[in-house]
């Protein structure tokens, strides 16, 4: 599969625990971006790389949130301390950047499910 | 910042019926659109896109109109299929910008 993969696919944690997620872009984007689903709602942007820079972060990404990516392949998201709220699915996306073709469309991931207790 | 609003939240139509599915955007700067397809416990996949200098865009049974100057874009399905029924959302973005802003999503049944 060629694909965007994420894992772990399901993590259940307790309340003030920190988890960490890991996203495997397509091999040739060089953007990666993070939302985050709850149950009934659209994806909610939360940050995105270029190569290994991040960008951009939403103020929903607090500071129990950090994003990397190390080498400009695949990129964590640690949460720390977690909060019940905190339970969503986190999904990654991947695109070529700008100004290349077909540079528009964000490839997903399956997502992580986070459940936090 | 952007907002999308996306309706209706849910829609039940007949096997054969067209399906659709209206959103508004508030930023007069976004001019990217895509809607994406999300089955049951699986990723959203694109489906179909449009940019802001075009007002219809078709791919078999799937179109999706837009008014600029209204705000408001819509995904039109015809002949729907059982294998249709998924939760659709709409999402819009600015020239060269980053983040997608999704609506909240409709879900699609369609009846046999």
């Known amino acids: 599969d060629t694909g965007v993969s994420q894992n772990p696919r399901h993590k259940i944690t307790k309340r003030g625990q920190n988890v960490t997620f890991r996203c495997d872009p397509i091999?040739?984007?060089?953007?990666l971006y993070w939302y985050r689903q709850t149950l009934g709602q659209g994806p909610e942007f939360l940050t995105y790389?270029?190569?290994?820079?991040?960008?951009?972060k939403s103020r929903l990404l607090s500071d129990r949130f950090s994003a990397e990516r190390p080498k400009g392949s695949f990129s964590t998201l640690e949460i720390q301390r977690t909060e019940q709220g905190d339970s969503a699915m986190y999904l990654c996306?991947?695109?070529?950047?700008?100004?290349?073709?077909?540079?528009?469309?964000?490839?997903f991931g399956p997502g992580t499910r986070l459940t936090v207790l | 910042g952007e907002n999308v609003e996306q309706h209706p939240s849910t829609l039940s139509v007949q096997e054969g019926d067209s399906a659709v599915i209206k959103c508004t955007y508030s930023?007069?700067?976004?001019?990217?659109f895509p809607w994406y397809k999300q089955e049951l416990g699986k990723r959203p996949q694109l489906i179909i896109d449009?940019?802001?200098?075009?007002g219809e865009k078709k791919d078999q049974r799937i179109a999706v109109t837009l008014n600029k100057t209204a705000k408001h874009f819509s995904l039109h399905i015809t002949e729907t299929q059982p294998e249709d029924s998924a939760v659709y959302f709409c999402?819009?973005?600015?020239?060269?910008?980053?983040?997608?802003?999704f609506g909240a999503g409709t879900i699609l049944r369609v009846k046999s």
């Open positions: 996306a991947s695109s070529l950047e700008p100004g290349t073709t077909a540079w528009n469309e964000q490839f």
């Open positions: 091999s040739e984007h060089n953007r």
């Open positions: 790389f270029q190569n290994e820079a991040q960008l951009e």
């Open positions: 930023d007069s700067a976004s001019n990217y």
């Open positions: 449009i940019r802001s200098n075009v």
């Open positions: 999402a819009a973005r600015m020239e060269y910008g980053n983040k997608l802003v």
